[in-house]
C-alpha cells in the first residue's frame, strides 16, 4: 500500500516563506511523478507543481517565480518551497503522486490528506 505523509503547513505572514514536504512509501511500489495541488475555499482543486524527476518541472502561472518543486528520489520525497506568499496561496495543500507496483507498467496516482497553508497578516 502507498502512503504519503505531508508536512510543513502553517499560518504565515503575507510576503513569508514555507516548505512542505511529502514523503511517500510502500516497499513494493515504484514511484514516477509527483506534486502537488491545492484547494481554497469554495474553489476547485488546481495544479501548483509537478516533476518528473531530474530537471523537469511544471507551475502554474499563479506560482510561477515564487514556488520551486523538487524532490529526493532516494528518499521518495517530494518538497515545495513557497515564497513571496499572498493572502490568495491560502488553500489546503495536497501532494499527489504516481506509483506503480514494481513488474507492473500501469500504476495510478495516490493523494496525501492535505496540509492548511494560511497567509494572513
Known amino acids: 500500500q502507498v502512503q504519503l505523509v505531508e508536512s510543513g503547513g502553517g499560518l504565515v505572514q503575507p510576503g513569508g516563506s514555507l516548505r512542505l514536504s511529502c514523503a511517500a512509501s510502500?516497499?513494493?511500489?515504484?514511484?514516477?511523478?509527483m506534486g502537488w495541488y491545492r484547494q481554497a475555499p469554495g474553489k476547485e482543486r488546481e495544479l501548483v507543481a509537478t516533476?518528473?524527476?531530474?530537471?523537469?518541472?511544471y507551475y502554474a502561472d499563479s506560482v510561477k517565480g515564487r514556488f520551486t518543486i523538487a524532490r529526493d528520489n532516494a528518499e521518495n520525497t517530494v518538497y515545495l518551497q513557497m515564497s513571496s506568499l499572498k493572502p490568495e496561496d491560502t488553500a489546503v495543500y495536497y501532494c499527489?503522486?504516481?506509483?506503480?507496483?514494481?513488474?507492473?507498467?500501469?500504476?495510478?496516482?495516490?493523494w496525501g490528506k492535505g496540509t492548511l497553508v494560511t497567509v494572513s497578516s
Open positions: 499527489n503522486v504516481y506509483a506503480s507496483r514494481v513488474g507492473y507498467v500501469s500504476g495510478m496516482y495516490y
Open positions: 510502500g516497499s513494493t511500489f515504484n514511484f514516477g511523478a
Open positions: 516533476t518528473t524527476g531530474g530537471h523537469n518541472a
